[in-house]
């Protein structure tokens, strides 16, 4: 079968809140280690773009407020490592799983992952970093309340899904509140140490 390839990939989950520069992380990851870096936002606005007909679909479910099915989320995913897995010497999957069932869903139709990196920044630093953000990006969604709730959201959904992983062993927690380079320094060694 088609994930029969991936069997052997490193997959890392990356989980991170709001303004806990987990974007950078893993463009950092990617430049470092050459994984391939799976937003599943990015995967969705991709498919939408394109015209296909499951991106028509995906519109207009996105178009009424709806969360797209999780089984689309996760072909999607499965569709764009498949087509890596020759290449890629690992996989980041950014921002997946957002709840345990995810999680679960993902390892019966693809493999279990090899690590989540949790990216955790305090709430203090995500609500300044995001304002920050806010002056110069004009992003609606960057203002004190509205990040408060996305915050509250995340954590929310979040705490499950690290609790759930910290079980088996595979989270390893970084300390996001320095400088990007001092939080790169903690992801190269726990990569490092996949090898």
Known sequence: SPTEKLKNSKIIFVVGGPGSGKGTQCERIVQKYGYTHLSTGDLLRAEVNSGSERGKKLSAIMEKGKLVPLDTVLDMLR?????????????????????????????????????????????????????????????????????????????????????????????RKLNAEGSVDDVFVQVCTHLDALK
């Open 79 to 171: 569709d764009a490592m498949v087509a890596k897995a020759d290449v890629s010497k690992g996989f980041l999957i950014d921002g997946y799983p957002r709840e345990v069932k995810q999680g679960e869903e993902f390892e019966k139709k693809i493999t279990p992952p090899t690590l989540l990196l949790y990216v955790d920044a305090g709430k203090d630093t995500m609500v300044k970093r995001l304002l920050k953000r806010g002056e110069t990006s004009g992003r609606v969604d960057d203002n004190e309340e509205t990040i408060k709730k996305r915050l509250d959201t995340y954590y929310k959904a979040t705490e499950p899904v690290i609790t759930f992983y910290e079980k088996r062993g595979i989270v």
